[in-house]
């Protein structure tokens, strides 16, 4: 029987320890907090749900955001500056990147230019309009600098929706996916959500992260609710996360 009282399974309630592999919270270098008091406040938003350990991602974007470990590591250190000048010794703050497939990321590989996560996974995107053209011949090289891939955001790609045999096909040339949490929601859309549910059911998801990148995503964030079906699917999930990084 339907009751009002039922529990409500809220994601931010599973979150607790969690290492966050994908966020843009490293202040004025790409689309993510444009001030180290931005970066603060979204810190110190994540912990109050006891979210403390970061590795920040910006992008690498040749056409866009053509960051390099230099402006990376300064936008870091600025922000580790700050948390120490707050007294927030208890969070943990490295940094990567978010790396987009274009015609400049083969460049960034062979001159070692790269920002690999922990262990030497990679994270890449592609474009949300359609794949990148040298898509395959970077995974292969990738793999070539003992790197491992991971695709970041797979559910986004509208171009790959309803194609499971694309996803599959992926996964057998070495990928890893890593789904962005507030796709469990209708936040990017509908069919996003039902994609990212649907990697989820059938076992495609290897890691998860956050991708936020201001207030109003972590807002949303908090605010979602999930099925206990979901709930039990997710949890390894977030440990596998947890255990990798």
């Given amino acids: 029987m339907f009751s009002f009282f039922s529990k409500k399974n809220y994601l931010i309630d599973y979150l607790e320890g969690f290492v966050d592999i994908h966020n ?14 931005e970066s603060i406040a979204l810190i110190r938003g994540f912990g109050k749900f006891g979210v403390t350990d970061f590795i920040c ?4 974007m040749h056409s866009y955001y053509p960051n390099t470990p230099e402006t990376i590591k300064n936008s870091h250190s600025k922000l580790q500056t700050e948390l120490k000048n707050q007294s927030l010794g208890d969070v943990s703050v490295s940094f990567a990147a ?26 890449v995107e592609m474009s949300y309009l359609q794949a990148s053209i040298n898509f395959d011949e970077a995974i292969q090289k990738i793999a070539e600098h003992r790197y ?10 509208l171009y790959l929706h ?13 990928l890893h996916y890593q789904l962005n949490l507030l796709s469990l929601s209708k936040y990017y859309g509908r069919e996003v959500q ?18 936020i990148h201001n207030s109003n995503q972590l ?15 997710l949890q390894p999930i977030i440990q596998r996360t947890n255990m990798s990084f």
Avoid: C, W
């Fill in 162 to 174: 309803g194609n499971l045999k694309k996803h599959r096909e992926y996964k057998e040339q070495g």
């Fill in 57 to 60: 991602t910006p992008h690498i």
């Fill in 194 to 211: 039902q994609m990212a549910l649907k990697l989820l059911e059938e076992g495609l998801i290897d890691f998860v992260g956050s991708d």
């Fill in 24 to 37: 843009h919270i490293l202040p004025g270098i790409d689309d993510g907090a444009k001030t180290v008091e």
């Fill in 148 to 157: 491992f891939p991971i695709l970041a955001h797979p559910e986004r790609y």
């Fill in 98 to 123: 978010e790396h987009m497939i274009d015609s400049n990321f083969e460049n960034l590989l062979e001159e070692n230019k790269v920002m690999p996560l922990t262990n030497n996974y990679l994270l």
């Fill in 219 to 233: 807002n949303s964030l908090k605010e979602i609710q999930l099925s206990e079906k979901v709930v039990n699917t």
